[in-house]
């Protein structure tokens, strides 16, 4: 998984491919939900679903994670993935 800024637009790019670790197969239809990790509050940035290979794609802007109100702390996301199958059981 990784994800990387899009030129200088604020925009940001997580992508990455589910894979079963003993067989490496594709793990199809898996809900990927990605939050920037707070001290008090993780902020949700989005989800998608993972593609019949197992990959995933998900865009964010950088006001979906920065504070609003002064003092700003946040550099970087600190990303948490939350990962559930097509049952909804979380992995």
Request: glycine share 8%; charged share 30%.
């Amino acid at each position: 998984i990784g994800y990387a800024p899009l030129y200088d637009s604020g925009s940001m790019l997580l992508k990455g491919r589910l894979l079963a670790l003993e067989s490496n197969s594709p793990l199809a239809g898996y809900k990927i939900e990605v939050y920037d990790e707070d001290i008090v509050f993780d902020d949700r940035l989005g989800w998608c679903y993972s593609d019949p290979q197992g990959k995933f794609e998900l865009r964010f802007e950088e006001p979906d994670f920065k504070d609003t109100a002064p003092p700003d702390l946040e550099g970087k996301p600190e990303l948490k993935l939350r990962i559930l199958d097509i049952a909804g059981y979380r992995w």
